[in-house]
C-alpha cells in the first residue's frame, strides 16, 4: 500500500481535503465512462497546477510511428494511441473578475469528492477564498450518460458567501490538446471548422493519418433565482470557441451553470452530418433536462448492478474494491459494439495506447460471460475473427507461411503496433490465449455455433503458427520452441517457456478435435472452411506430430515443470530475503540484473495451471505453487489474481485474502505507485474471478457448473450471481452455509462441494 487517503466505503469511492500532491492520483481513481467515451477526473474549472488531462472517445487513435534506436527487420512502423480528445468539459470561473483556481487560492476547506458507484455520477464540493478575498461555496455534479453515450452532463453551482458579486462562467471547447505519451511530439488533430449558435458550440475535427472525423459539442445555459440567464459568444478561435454568461449574485444565492457535452464520431455517423448529428443528441438531452437525464443513468447503473454486483459482509475495504473494479469495467465496455474492445487503462489514461492486449481473452471473457448475456462475450471472440486477415499478415511479415496467424500483442486494428522487441516477436503466448478463450466460452455458455461460424478459422490459423513456429531438436528428439517470453516479461529470449509450449500443444489438439467435430455436425460449414483455408489431411498430420512430440522442460530434483531450460541456472534466492529497499525491482535494479534474476513478474507456469487445472492433480498444483511463488514479485496487475485463486483451491484462505486484497485495491491503494498513469482496467477483471473462481471455487466440470465454496475468516458472508447458459444463478456463503438460488423457468443440476443437486427456479437451496 502506498496510499490511504480514499476513505472506506461500501458504494462510493470518496476523497476529502485538497492535495495538490495527489491530484493526479486522484483524476485516475475518479473517473467515469460509459463504453462510448470517458474521461479523467479534472476539474471543469481553470487549475493551474499539475494535472494530467484526459478525455477519450472508444475506437479513435492515431498510428504514432515507433521509436527505436535500432530498425528490426518485422518491427511494427507505429504504436497506436488513444487519443486525448478535444475538452469539452472545461469551464472558466470568474468572481469579479478574479479567476476560480484552487491552486492560486488563498485558502481551500471543506474539499470533498466522491465517486457513487452504484449510481454512476462523480461529484467535489469546496470552499474557498479567492485572490481577491471573495468567498465562494461550490459544487459540482458530473456523469457521461449511458442512455445517450455521446453525452456528458455537468452542474455547476457556486454561490458568494461573504458579499454581493458578479459571477462569470465561460464555459468552452478546445481541440489544441496533446497527448502527454507522443513520441515525436506530433500533431495528433487537425481542426476544420470551430462554429457556434445560440447557447450551442461545436468544433469539427479529424485524426490524422487514421482520418476519424469527430465533432465535439456543447450547450450550456445558467440559472439563477429559477429564472434562465442568457448567454452570448465569447471567444472563437481556429481550435477554441467559449460562451459567456454573467450575473450579478446576491451573497448566499446559488448560480447553475448546466452544460451537455460530448462528441458524435464518423465511425457512427456519415461523416458530413456530425453536427447535425450532434444537434440531434443535444435536443433530446436538452429536452430532458439535467435531473430527468441523472434519473436514467440511476435506473441504467441499477440495471447493471442487479446482475452484477457481488456483496460482501463484514469487510468494507474488501466491499470497496470489487465495486470499484466492477464500476470501472463496466465503465469501460458494455458490450454494445463488437470493433470495439478493453485496453489495459480503459478510458483513464495513455499508458498502453489503450490498445488490446491478451488480457481480454485471458482475464475479461470470463466475468462478461457471467455478468452479461452470452452474446457480449461472443462479441469479443467476433472481434479476434474480424482480424483474422491482419493477424494473417503479421505472421508474413516474420516469414510464416500458408496461413498462419499471429494475433498482435497490442492492436487497435488487427495490426501489430507494439514497439518492443522482447514483447512484439517473442510473446507469442497471446495466441495460445485467444484458443483456449473460444474453448472457454463453448465451455462456459454451451453455445457452439462460434465455432463453426467463425472460431475454427481462427484455430487454424493458429495452429498453422504453431507447426511453423516450432522446430525438431535433435538433440532433445523433441519439438522445441526457442527465442519466447512467457507472461513472467522479467525473462526474454528464453528457450521452451513451459507455458508457451504447453498452449500450443494444447491448441494444435483442440483445433484437430474441432476440426472432427464440425466435419460431423457441421458439413457446410466444413466444406466452406476447407475450401477457404486449403488445410489438407497431410497438414493436419504434421501439427499433430510437432504437438505429440512437444518438449516440456521438467525438473527431476524439484518435481516441477520448468519456466525455461535455463531456470535453475539462476541464484534462486527468494523474494523474501530481498531487502525492502531494493522492492520494486522494476524501479530499483537495471534490466540487465531482472533478466538474469529468477524473480518472475507475474503468474507463468502457474498461470498455465490457471488455464488447465484439471490437467493436473491438487498435489501437482501444490507442489508449483510451493515452488514458483516465493519467486514472484507480483509487480504485473495481472499476478496476485491467479495465485489468490490458486490459494483459494489449496486452502490457504489467508494468503487467498491478502492476494484477493492486492488486486481489488491496487488502484485504491496505489500498490505500484503508477496510479497517476491511469487505472489497471484488464486486471480488474481478475479480482471478480478472486470472488468467484478462488473463494466461491466455481468451475465447469464435466458440462456441469460446479462450485466449492470457501470464505476467508475477515467475511461474514459474501453473494454473487452468474448467468449460466441463460440461467441467473445466485450463490451465497457464509461460515456454516451455502445458498443457491436461480432465477427463470427451468431448473438445473449442479454441483457443490463434488456432491450433484437439482436447483429448482424460486426455490433457495441450502447446503451446510
Aim: charged letters at 25%; glycine letters at 8%; one cysteine or more.
Amino acid at each position: 500500500m502506498n496510499q490511504d487517503y480514499i476513505q472506506a466505503n461500501e458504494w462510493s469511492v470518496i476523497e476529502e481535503g485538497f492535495d495538490a500532491e495527489r491530484v493526479k492520483s486522484s483524476e485516475s481513481l475518479f473517473s467515469i465512462g460509459n463504453g462510448a467515451m470517458g474521461q479523467r477526473a479534472n476539474f471543469e474549472e481553470t487549475y493551474s497546477g499539475g494535472t494530467f488531462q484526459g478525455s477519450y472517445i472508444a475506437g479513435v487513435y492515431y498510428p504514432d510511428k515507433t521509436r527505436v534506436g535500432w530498425w528490426k527487420n518485422g518491427y511494427p512502423e507505429y504504436f497506436a494511441k488513444v487519443l486525448n480528445a478535444p475538452n469539452w468539459i472545461g469551464i472558466q470561473v470568474l468572481v469579479n473578475g478574479t479567476e476560480l483556481d484552487l491552486a492560486t487560492c488563498k485558502k481551500v476547506s471543506g474539499f470533498r469528492r466522491e465517486l457513487n458507484m452504484k449510481e454512476g455520477w462523480y461529484k467535489r464540493s469546496y470552499d474557498a477564498v479567492l485572490a481577491n478575498d471573495a468567498q465562494v461555496e461550490v459544487l459540482v455534479t458530473r456523469f457521461l450518460s449511458l442512455a445517450l453515450d455521446e453525452v456528458g452532463a455537468i452542474s455547476f453551482e457556486i454561490s458568494l458567501k461573504n458579499t454581493d458579486g458578479e459571477i462569470t462562467f465561460i464555459p468552452y471547447l478546445d481541440s489544441g490538446i496533446t497527448n502527454e505519451d507522443s513520441n515525436w511530439d506530433d500533431k495528433f488533430w487537425n481542426t476544420t471548422n470551430v462554429s457556434s449558435s445560440g447557447n450551442r458550440a461545436f468544433i469539427e475535427a479529424h485524426t490524422l493519418k487514421t482520418n476519424f472525423k469527430t465533432s465535439t459539442f456543447m450547450q450550456a445555459s445558467l440559472d439563477y433565482k429559477g429564472v434562465s440567464i442568457p448567454g452570448s459568444l465569447d471567444t472563437s478561435t481556429d481550435t477554441f470557441v467559449s460562451l459567456q454568461f454573467s450575473q450579478k449574485a446576491e451573497k448566499g444565492e446559488k448560480l447553475t451553470l448546466t452544460k451537455f457535452g460530448g462528441y458524435t464520431v464518423s465511425r457512427n455517423h456519415p461523416e458530413d452530418a456530425l453536427v447535425d448529428a450532434a444537434n440531434e443528441v443535444l435536443d433530446v438531452a436538452s429536452s430532458l433536462g439535467f435531473e430527468n437525464l441523472l434519473k436514467k443513468q440511476k435506473e441504467a447503473w441499477a440495471g447493471i448492478w442487479e446482475m452484477s454486483d457481488i456483496t460482501i459482509q463484514g469487510d468494507v475495504k474488501a466491499q470497496q474494491g470489487i465495486r470499484f473494479n466492477i464500476f470501472q469495467l463496466n465503465q469501460t465496455y458494455l458490450g454494445t459494439d463488437s470493433r470495439l474492445n478493453i485496453g489495459p487503462k480503459g478510458f483513464t489514461g495513455e499508458k498502453y495506447g489503450g490498445s488490446t492486449y491478451w488480457d481480454t481473452e485471458a482475464y475479461c471473457i470470463p466475468f462478461y460471460m457471467a455478468t452479461k448475456d452470452e452474446m457480449v462475450a461472443r462479441k469479443l471472440l467476433k472481434y479476434r475473427y474480424n482480424h483474422l486477415e491482419k493477424a494473417i499478415e503479421n505472421a508474413e511479415k516474420l516469414g510464416f507461411t500458408n496461413g498462419a496467424a499471429l494475433y498482435p500483442m497490442v492492436t487497435m486494428n488487427g495490426e501489430e503496433c507494439h514497439n518492443e522487441w522482447e514483447i512484439t516477436f517473442e510473446e507469442i503466448h497471446r495466441n495460445g490465449a485467444i484458443a483456449f478463450a473460444i474453448y472457454n466460452y463453448y465451455r462456459y455458455t454451451g453455445d457452439y455455433s462460434y465455432i463453426p461460424e467463425m472460431g475454427l478459422e481462427v484455430l487454424i490459423g493458429i495452429a498453422r503458427f504453431w507447426h511453423q513456429r516450432a522446430n525438431f531438436s535433435t538433440f532433445r528428439n523433441k519439438y522445441v520452441i526457442l527465442g519466447v517470453t512467457g507472461p513472467n516479461e522479467y525473462e526474454n529470449n528464453v528457450n521452451n517457456n513451459w507455458y508457451t509450449n504447453y498452449l500450443a500443444q494444447w491448441c494444435i489438439h483442440f483445433t484437430l478435435e474441432q476440426l472432427t467435430k464440425v466435419k460431423e455436425g457441421y458439413p457446410e460449414d466444413y466444406k466452406r472452411i476447407m475450401g477457404k483455408t486449403k488445410l489438407t489431411p497431410t497438414e493436419c498430420d504434421a501439427w499433430k506430430k510437432v504437438a505429440d512430440s512437444m518438449y516440456l522442460p521438467y525438473s527431476e530434483e524439484y518435481g516441477v515443470y520448468l519456466q525455461q531450460d535455463g531456470f535453475l541456472d539462476k541464484d534462486l534466492v527468494k523474494v523474501s530475503d530481498l531487502e525492502k529497499t531494493e522492492r520494486p525491482i522494476n524501479q530499483k535494479w537495471s534490466w540487465d540484473r531482472i533478466l538474469r534474476s529468477p524473480y518472475i513478474k507475474q503468474a507463468d507456469v502457474l498461470q498455465g495451471f490457471y488455464f488447465f487445472e484439471d490437467h493436473f492433480t491438487t498435489d501437482e498444483l501444490e507442489k508449483h505453487f510451493d515452488f514458483y511463488e516465493p519467486f514472484t514479485v507480483h509487480e504485473s496487475s495481472l499476478s496476485p489474481c491467479v495465485h489468490s485463486i490458486q490459494a483459494a483451491k489449496l486452502g490457504r484462505m489467508e494468503q487467498a485474502y491478502t492476494f484477493y486484497l492486492r488486486t481489488s485495491r491496487l488502484d485504491l491503494d496505489d500498490y505500484n505507485k503508477e496510479v497517476e498513469e491511469g487505472l489497471h482496467i484488464t486486471s480488474m477483471a481478475g479480482t471478480w474471478m478472486s470472488i468467484v473462481e478462488g473463494f466461491g471455487g466455481m468451475r465447469v466440470v464435466n458440462d456441469t457448473l460446479s462450485f466449492e465454496p470457501r470464505i476467508p475468516k475477515q467475511w461474514d458472508a459474501y453473494s454473487f450471481k452468474v448467468n449460466f447458459r441463460n440461467r441467473i444463478i445466485k450463490v451465497k456463503v457464509t461460515s456454516n452455509e451455502l445458498t443457491f438460488e436461480l432465477n427463470g423457468d427451468n431448473g438445473i443440476s449442479i454441483l457443490v462441494q463434488g456432491e450433484a443437486y437439482e436447483l429448482l427456479p424460486n426455490t433457495p437451496l441450502k447446503v451446510n
